[in-house]
């Protein structure tokens, strides 16, 4: 699986948009680009996946460049409540040949009022 | 409906002893999948089940076996606890191996002393 470079943390305030950019330069032809958002003392939770240019639903964007070696979640509007830690993934699944999802350590957003 | 349930929430063991992690999931998911996630780090898989009566190693198997006897549980067992498997444990399920939108329980926190 591709290893995926994100930001530590960030911090923002409540009403900005956010953007989080992760770097893949090794993403593979069958890749997909996954984001998951975890709260504290909480599993993780999908936010969006994506495969190339953009993708939206009601929670947030995914931009995908056309060379794919980086990815861009957008959280519009960030509200106290989006105070996550936010984690990349790239890959195919369990059906990639390591076998395994790498979350790594992910980005804390901290939003603030 | 539940989703990703497990059992328990809390447990503290002592060095030796063992313990069985129950996940259930209701969603008649294929897919099954046991994590660990230690402090500041990321989700690391432990086993994987791609269906009924099927296991497979993760990223760090070792020191923990698994059963999938029925589709929708999947169980972890330590056979003999050490400290450090101390975590907090995910279980999460996914209809297919494709893409990685997997759903994750709310976590079962143990200690080992």
């Known amino acids: 699986l591709a290893k995926t470079t994100q930001p530590i943390s960030m911090d923002s305030y409540e009403g900005q948009e956010v953007n989080i950019t992760c770097s893949h330069n090794n993403i593979a032809t069958n890749d997909y680009i996954t984001w998951y958002q975890q709260f504290p003392s909480q599993g993780p939770r999908f936010i969006i996946q994506?495969?190339?240019t953009k993708v939206t639903n009601e929670v947030a964007s995914l931009f995908i460049p056309a060379d794919r070696k980086s990815s861009t979640l957008s959280l519009p509007r960030v509200s106290l409540s989006d105070t996550a830690v936010y984690y990349c993934l790239v890959g195919e699944g369990l059906e990639s040949n390591t076998g395994k999802l790498i979350f790594g350590q992910g980005t804390t957003l901290q939003v603030k009022p | 409906n539940a989703g990703v349930t497990q059992t328990p929430k809390f447990r503290v063991l002592k060095t030796g002893q063992s313990m069985t992690l129950l996940c259930a999931q209701d969603?008649?998911?294929?897919?099954m999948y046991w994590y660990r996630q230690d402090p500041g780090m990321g989700l690391r898989l432990i086993h994987y089940?791609?269906?009924?009566?099927?296991?497979a190693k993760g990223e760090v198997p070792d020191g923990y076996n698994v059963s999938r006897l029925k589709k929708q549980n999947f169980l972890l067992g330590l056979e003999s606890a050490a400290p450090s498997q101390t975590s907090v444990y995910f279980c999460?399920?996914?209809?297919?191996?494709?893409?990685?939108?997997?759903?994750f329980g709310p976590g079962t926190r143990l200690t080992v002393l």
């Open positions: 999460a399920s996914s209809y297919s191996l494709q893409g990685n939108e997997q759903f």
């Open positions: 089940s791609v269906g009924e009566g099927t296991t």
């Open positions: 969603m008649n998911h294929e897919y």
């Open positions: 994506g495969y190339k």
